[in-house]
């Protein structure tokens, strides 16, 4: 037991050390979110063999002035994205893609305080080089509200991660949800996890 909890003490020291020149680096914009996807970038380009990365933009809560605040954290999601694929080396442009989740929507009417309470259907938005563009669902309709006054969710958020989880790591979705879940043509011809091989890496398409 002391000889295998040496090694492992050893192989995260060897690790910390790789991993110095990360962090030692400044941000080209000086907001934390920006730097988080900075850093997250410089550790796909260090290939230390992460595969998944997630971060965390917060503060979407918006009961109260809600315009305001959503200018403010969508102009820092859009800075974050656009370091992020800046800093990224081109030899991992299309081995790389980022996917958003929210884990509440909004209600389609203002409340009293210039805002919007918790809703239903969200969106979300999976971005990269191997990206096949375009809207996935339905638009939700105005006219058309259910019981609770929410937008009509068209499209199951677990059908974009199980899209994920198996047209582009390359695992068994069915196992992770525990269902059949139809999966989005988000990757096109290269779907199903065909990607070949491209950059230092034999098997490294991530997800961010």
Do not use: C
Not at 92 to 101: F, I
Not at 179 to 184: F, I, R
């Amino acid at each position: 037991w002391g000889a295998t909890a040496a090694q492992r003490l050893g192989d995260v020291l060897a690790h910390a050390q790789q991993l110095v020149p990360v962090y030692g680096a400044s941000s080209p914009i000086d907001e934390d979110f920006v730097r988080d996807m900075f850093t997250a970038a410089r550790l796909v380009n260090l290939d230390v063999g992460v595969r998944v990365l997630h971060l965390r933009l917060g503060s979407f809560d918006s009961h109260t002035s809600q315009i305001a605040g959503q200018q403010l954290l969508l102009g820092r999601l859009d800075r974050g994205l656009r370091v992020f694929f800046e800093t990224l080396a081109p030899s991992w442009s299309d081995r790389v893609v980022v996917a958003t989740t929210s884990e509440f929507g909004r209600r389609p009417r203002p409340n009293s305080s210039s805002g919007t309470d918790h809703g239903g259907a969200s969106v979300q938005f999976v971005v990269g080089a191997p990206v096949r563009g375009g809207h996935y669902g339905d638009v939700p309709s105005l006219g058309d509200l259910d019981a609770n006054a929410n937008l009509r969710v068209t499209l199951d958020a677990r059908q974009v991660f199980a899209t994920l989880v198996a047209s582009w790591l390359g695992g068994d979705a069915s196992a992770v949800f525990e269902a059949d879940l139809p999966t989005l043509s988000l990757f096109g011809a290269k779907s199903n996890g065909s990607f070949p091989p491209a950059g230092p890496s034999d098997d490294s398409r991530l997800r961010v």
